[in-house]
C-alpha cells in the first residue's frame, strides 16, 4: 500500500535525507523542513520503501503538500 | 600641567570602573554565547564609552551619543522604525487563520499588569511602575518607547533586562511549561487553520491600524509603523522598500539604538539598588506572562472540542520568534510529531500587538 | 493605591478589549476579502 508523507508545517526544505528505492523505518528522519530559522524533521509514518520523492532542497512547501511516497512493505 | 588636569584617567571612579565590567559582560554574553549580540554588543560598548569621564560624550547639547539618543529616543524615532521592520518581517497568516488564538496574546500581558501593581506597592512611582512592568511584555522597541517616555532614568536598566530575559527566553519558560501543562495537553495536536487568501492578508494591515490606532490613539506611532512594513510586505509592488524596511533601514537604526541604549547608563544612574529590583521584577513580570497565556489556553479548552494546546499560551510573550521556537521545542519533546511552531506564531505576534496596547494605555493615562 | 488599582483594571481589560475587537476586524476581513481563486490550483 502506498501512503503519502505530507507537510506538517510550511517551510523550505532544508535536506532530504533519502533516496528513492531506501527501505525506511517507521519514526526515521525523512526530510528536514526550515521554518523560521528552526529545523523541523519529518519522520516515516511508516515502515517500507521510498518509491517516489517529490521535493528538493532549497523547495518551498506549503502545509499538506506531498512530500514523497512510501510503498508499505 | 593642563594635560594632566585635561587627563580622564584622574576622574575615574569605583562606580565607573564597575560600569566597566557590566560592559564587558555584555559584550562577553553578546560574542560566546550569542545572547541578542545585535543589541547587546553596541549596548556594552556603549556602557563603556559613556563611563569615560571628561569625554562629553553624554553632554547635552553637544555629546555625539547624546545627539543619538536625543533625536534616536527621546524624540521616538528609533523604537517606531524599528516597528517599521518588524512589520514587514512579519507575516500575519498564523493569526488571520486562528483568530482565537489572540486572546493568549493578551492573557499575557496580565503579567506586565500584575508587576507593575507590585512595583507601585514597593514604593516606585506610576510612571517607574508602568516601564516596569512593560518588561513583561518581552518586547524590546515597546519598552524603550514607553521608558524614553514615562520614566528616561530607568531606560537603561528596563532595556538591558528586556533583551537578556528574551535572550534567556529558552531557560526561563520551559520549567513554567511543564509545570503547568500534563503530558496529555503537551501532546494535543491541533487542528490546523483555513488558508489565508493573499487579499485578506493586504487588507488586514489597513483595516488593522484604523481600529487600533482609533481605539488607542497613544499606540500610533508604534502601530502605524508596524502595519506600513506589512503593507510593503503584502502589497508585493514595493519590495525595494520592502526589503530596505527589513534589513538596510533595521540595522542601520539597531546601530543607534544599541549604542544610545549603552550610553544612558552612566555609573550614578545606573548603580542604585532599585535596579536590582528592576531585574527581579522584570524577570517576574516575564514568568506571569508565561504562566497567564497557558492557563487562558487551559480555560478556552473547557468551552470547545477543538482542542487548543496549551503550550502555544506561553508563546503570548512576544519575543517574537524566540518564544514560537521555544513551544515547538517542548512540544516535540513530548510528542515529536506534533509540530506546534505556526500555532505558536499567532499568540505570538498578537503578544507583541497586545505589548503596543498595553503600552498605548499606560502612556494615555500617565503622561 | 487607588489610581494604582485602576490603571491595572483599565489596563487588563483595556488590552482584552483591543484585541478583541481585533479579532472581529479579522472576522469582518475574511468577508470584505471574500473568495478568491486559489492561484496554485
Redesign the interface.
Known amino acids: 500500500m502506498a501512503t503519502e508523507v505530507l507537510v506538517?508545517?510550511?517551510g523550505n526544505i532544508w535536506v532530504v535525507l533519502v533516496n528513492v528505492g531506501d527501505e525506511v523505518e517507521e519514526?526515521d528522519e525523512l526530510v528536514v523542513i526550515e521554518?523560521?530559522?528552526?529545523e523541523?524533521?519529518v519522520?516515516a509514518p511508516c515502515d517500507g520503501t521510498v518509491s517516489e520523492i517529490r521535493v528538493k532542497k532549497g523547495d518551498v512547501v506549503?502545509?499538506?503538500d506531498v512530500l514523497m511516497i512510501i510503498e508499505e512493505s | 600641567m593642563v594635560f594632566f588636569n585635561n587627563m580622564g584617567l584622574l576622574a575615574v571612579t569605583p562606580g565607573m570602573v564597575f560600569m566597566w565590567i557590566i560592559g564587558l559582560i555584555l559584550i562577553y554574553l553578546a560574542i560566546t554565547r550569542q545572547y541578542e549580540p545585535l543589541l547587546l554588543l553596541p549596548i556594552g560598548f556603549g556602557i563603556i564609552l559613556t563611563n569615560l569621564p571628561l569625554s562629553m560624550l553624554m553632554e547635552p547639547g553637544e555629546g555625539l551619543l547624546w545627539r543619538f539618543y536625543h533625536y534616536g529616543i527621546e524624540w521616538e524615532v528609533i523604537p517606531p522604525l524599528i516597528f517599521l521592520g518588524l512589520g514587514a518581517l512579519t507575516d500575519f497568516s498564523a493569526l488571520l487563520s486562528q483568530p482565537r488564538l489572540i486572546f493568549l496574546g493578551a492573557a499575557a500581558q496580565v503579567g506586565v499588569y500584575v508587576t507593575f501593581f507590585i512595583a507601585y506597592s514597593m514604593g516606585f512611582s506610576l510612571q517607574e511602575a508602568a516601564t516596569i512592568g512593560i518588561i513583561g511584555g518581552a518586547d524590546g522597541p515597546t519598552t524603550i518607547y514607553l521608558a524614553a517616555k514615562l520614566a528616561p532614568q530607568l531606560l537603561g536598566a528596563t532595556a538591558v533586562a528586556a533583551y537578556s530575559y528574551m535572550a534567556l527566553v529558552p531557560l526561563i519558560m520551559p520549567p513554567i511549561m511543564k509545570l503547568l501543562t500534563t503530558d496529555a495537553e503537551r501532546k494535543i495536536r491541533m487542528k490546523k487553520g483555513r488558508k489565508v487568501s493573499a487579499r485578506e492578508k493586504l487588507y488586514f494591515p489597513i483595516i488593522a491600524a484604523m481600529v487600533i490606532i482609533l481605539l488607542v490613539p497613544a499606540s500610533a506611532p508604534l502601530i502605524a509603523m508596524f502595519m506600513m512594513g506589512n503593507l510593503f510586505r503584502e502589497s508585493k509592488v514595493v519590495e525595494r522598500l520592502n526589503e530596505t524596511a527589513q534589513n538596510s533601514l533595521m540595522n542601520i537604526v539597531t546601530i543607534f539604538l544599541g549604542v544610545s541604549i549603552g550610553a544612558t547608563m552612566n555609573a550614578e544612574v545606573f548603580l542604585r539598588k532599585e535596579v536590582i529590583f528592576i531585574f527581579f521584577l522584570g524577570l517576574f513580570a516575564f514568568m506571569i506572562s508565561t504562566a497567564s497565556g497557558i492557563l487562558l489556553a487551559k480555560f478556552m479548552n473547557l468551552f470547545t472540542s477543538n482542542k487548543i494546546n496549551p503550550l502555544v499560551g506561553a508563546a503570548g510573550v512576544s519575543a517574537v520568534p524566540m518564544a514560537a521556537r521555544v513551544v515547538q521545542k517542548v512540544g516535540a519533546a513530548a510528542d515529536k510529531r506534533n509540530y506546534l511552531l505556526m500555532f505558536a506564531m499567532g499568540p505570538n505576534i498578537a503578544g507583541v500587538i497586545g505589548t503596543v496596547i498595553a503600552a498605548g494605555i499606560f502612556i494615555s493615562i500617565l503622561k | 493605591m487607588q489610581e494604582a488599582v485602576q490603571i491595572f483594571v483599565n489596563g487588563i481589560s483595556g488590552v482584552f478589549i483591543g484585541l478583541a475587537v481585533l479579532y472581529v476586524v479579522i472576522r469582518i476581513n475574511k468577508l470584505l476579502a471574500g473568495k478568491e481563486p486559489d492561484k496554485k490550483e
Open positions: 506538517p508545517l510550511a519514526d521554518a523560521l530559522k528552526m523541523n524533521p519522520y506549503e502545509d499538506d
